[in-house]
């Protein structure tokens, strides 16, 4: 606790600045030239003007609520730089006892701040930044993820999703009861981890690095951990087979996709519900990755060929029924047919496209990828795995089935391995734009959805497909 003075303007109760800066042993500097100060506590750095509301935070701007002011006696800030960046910077609670003049701070659990992912030499690394030091492990359950829990922390801000590079191709950062928990979803072409505290400031590093190799021993407890877990559960000593779901969420960035009454649009939806079933295919003994992980924008093309080039041996795409009339409701899945005059001209050139890669692809394969006629090779598979899900839906969902349907979608025509398009419910219609919000609702779908999955993989492989 520090006793600090206050003065009142129009309201508002304002702060002197070097008081604060004696309470929270920090530094302070003034520039007379730019009207500007700045307040340096350990490597976090706040920085106010005299004409402005806004202060900067490190990098980040930050809204006082009122403008500081300049007296004679000093630079004054207002109620809001304590609540705001102040109580940020310390990871506390900054309370203020205007009856005794006392200003006091309370420390909160520990807090995961900020998210990163970039590429180096050695690999990529995910870096959780903290507001300090707090305990964490780390393990790998699958060759797909690599988790790590920060018990008993919080998550202040939402920090959403990251997207991957080169090893990396996810990171979701979520708040329990238990805590924080990071999932670092990882490639194909990772091999091992570490994980590292370091100061100056707090941070957490996650470093992936390349390099799988099937004969890898088990999991260690310390130093390197690598991906591939003990042989009863890995999916990776199987050898080629169905094993890999590419997912695509519908739509993204500028491309809203369709919107319900209440505002939600379907690129949201598809994204919450790629998660779902990501984690749901992975409980499954599948590996899972998705063409975005973000709000961006990813041509239809160019999702057949991410698909394409991970080796996927099923993609699915996610989207939402749309209509006119808002009773128009229910679930469908779909895979691609042809367009009828396409259909007729190519039976004759039926198998001369390119072939698709297999685990370590032909020299010189990649430098020519015209995936638009991969599709038409694989229609029966596709139908198949149309048919399971849509099955599985039927089954476990409330919802209306409108069945399976051949269509030319053209996010489906360039893929090599079998496809299906699965609508997940009419966002025009209003019921189901509630369901589609809701969290349960998305995990029931998205188990459906995996278990139709998972019953054509038995199908395929008990016919040796």
């Known amino acids: 606790m520090a006793r600090v003075e206050t003065r009142r303007e129009e309201g508002e109760t304002y702060f002197r600045f070097a008081d604060i800066a004696l309470a929270v042993d920090g530094i302070r500097y003034w520039n007379p030239n730019t009207r500007k100060a700045t307040l340096s506590v350990g490597t976090r750095r706040i920085t106010v003007a005299e004409d402005s509301r806004f202060a900067v935070l490190d990098r980040e701007v930050v809204n006082l609520r009122a403008r500081p002011s300049f007296t004679s006696e000093g630079f004054w800030v207002p109620v809001g730089f304590l609540q705001g960046p102040l109580a940020r910077v310390l990871n506390a609670e900054v309370v203020w ?72 191709s996810d990171v979701i950062v979520e708040e329990s009861p238990d805590g924080v928990r990071a999932e670092v979803a990882v490639t194909q072409r990772a091999g091992s981890y570490d994980v590292e505290m370091l100061s100056d400031p707090y941070r957490v590093e996650v470093l992936v690095r390349g390099g799988y190799e099937p004969d890898t021993p088990s999991p260690r407890l310390r130093d390197v951990k690598h991906l591939l877990p003990d042989a009863d559960d890995s999916i990776g000593l199987r050898g080629i087979g169905i094993e890999t779901v590419m997912i695509d969420p519908g739509h993204g960035g500028s491309d809203r996709g369709s919107v319900g009454r209440s505002g939600l649009t379907e690129k949201e939806v598809t994204l919450s519900f790629a998660r779902e079933l990501s984690r749901e295919l992975q409980a499954r003994g599948f590996y899972a990755f998705m063409t975005r992980s973000s709000d961006s924008f990813i041509s239809q093309e160019r999702r057949a060929e991410i698909a394409n080039l991970a080796v996927a041996d099923v993609f699915v795409s996610i989207q939402c029924g749309a209509w006119y009339s808002g009773w128009a409701s229910g679930f469908s899945v779909c895979y691609y047919e042809p367009p009828a005059s396409a259909s007729t001209a190519r039976q004759g050139r039926r198998g001369s496209g390119l072939p698709r890669l297999g685990r370590e692809a032909p020299a010189g394969v990649k430098d020519d990828l015209r995936w638009d006629r991969m599709q038409e090779q694989r229609i029966g598979e596709s139908r198949a795995l149309a048919r399971a899900v849509a099955g599985s839906m039927r089954d476990a969902l409330p919802l209306r089935s409108r069945g399976v349907d051949g269509r030319s979608l053209p996010v489906l025509a360039g893929c090599s391995m079998p496809a299906i398009q699965v609508e997940i419910g009419y966002i025009t219609n209003r019921d189901e734009e509630t369901l589609l919000t809701d969290p349960d609702f998305l995990r029931d779908v998205a188990r459906a959805v995996a278990s139709g999955v998972a019953a054509y993989r038995a199908s395929a492989e008990e016919s040796g497909r």
């Open 97 to 168: 006892d205007p009856g005794e003049a006392v200003l006091s701070v309370r420390a909160l659990r520990p807090a995961v701040r900020s998210l990163d992912v970039r590429s180096t030499g050695d690999g990529t690394i995910v870096e959780l930044g903290l507001t300090g030091a707090t305990e964490f492990t780390a393990r790998s359950r699958t060759r797909a993820t690599v988790e790590v829990m920060f018990p008993g922390a919080r998550l202040p801000d939402s920090l959403g999703v990251a997207g991957g590079t080169d090893h990396v």
